[in-house]
T-cell receptor, first 113, second 115 residues
């Protein structure tokens, strides 16, 4: 399985964009990049996923580099409620045990007032 | 319901007792997963159910752990003869299918404390 590297923690001012990086230099061609977050005392929450094109939804944007070895999750206007641990995960499109999500330690994003 | 429901939300049990944890997935979701999160650790895969197929039990840590999914809906995770190292948050998730192109929806978990 491809592994991901994320900074252990980041700070962001409320109302500003939060840019969370993730390195996945050994990603395979059939692997997607997924982002989840976990707010304290809650289960993980799916945010977004992508293969090679940039993606945007109501929660965030995902920017994947052309070589697919890294990506950035962007929260355009961070709020205090966005304080959470953010996990970057790679998993195969299909086959084998692609349902086994491998969560690393993630990035603790703290949004400050 | 709108989300994945787990019960109880908290459970304190004595070492050696058996416990049952329940998960109600989102209606129509054919795939169901159990994960475990120990204090300060990442999520650990336990078991996966998909429709009527045989479950993938490869993540269960010992034979004291078992899980069922009745009628393709509700699932129960049972831990027999609990040990202190079983203390963790047990998370259930469901998805529309195998999850190939979908995110999983997680419940809020059951916090199990073995004393």
């Amino acid at each position: 399985d491809a592994k991901t590297t994320q900074p252990p923690s980041m700070d962001c001012a409320e109302g500003r964009a939060a840019n969370l990086p993730c390195n996945h230099s050994t990603i395979s061609g059939n692997e997607y990049v997924y982002w989840y977050r976990q707010i304290h005392s809650q289960g993980p929450q799916y945010i977004i996923h992508g293969l090679k094109n940039n993606e945007t939804n109501e929660m965030a944007s995902l920017i994947i580099t052309e070589d697919r070895k890294s990506s950035t999750l962007i929260l355009p206007h961070a709020t205090l409620r966005d304080t959470a641990v953010y996990y970057c995960i790679v998993r195969p499109y299909s086959g084998g045990s692609n349902y086994k999500l491998t969560f690393g330690k993630g990035t603790l994003l703290t949004v400050n007032p | 319901g709108a989300g994945v429901s787990q019960s109880p939300s908290n459970k304190v049990t004595e070492k050696g007792k058996d416990v049952e944890l329940r998960c109600d997935p989102i209606s129509g979701h054919t795939a169901l997963y159990w994960y475990r999160q120990s204090l300060g650790q990442g999520l650990e895969f336990l078991i996966y159910f998909q429709g009527n197929s045989a479950p993938d039990k490869s993540g269960l840590p010992s034979d004291r752990f078992s899980a069922e999914r009745t009628g393709g809906s509700v699932s129960t995770l049972t831990i027999q003869r609990t040990q202190q190292e079983d203390s963790a948050v047990y998370l259930c998730a469901s998805s529309v299918n195998r999850g190939r192109n979908y995110g999983y929806t997680f419940g809020s978990g059951t916090r199990l404390t073995v004393v």
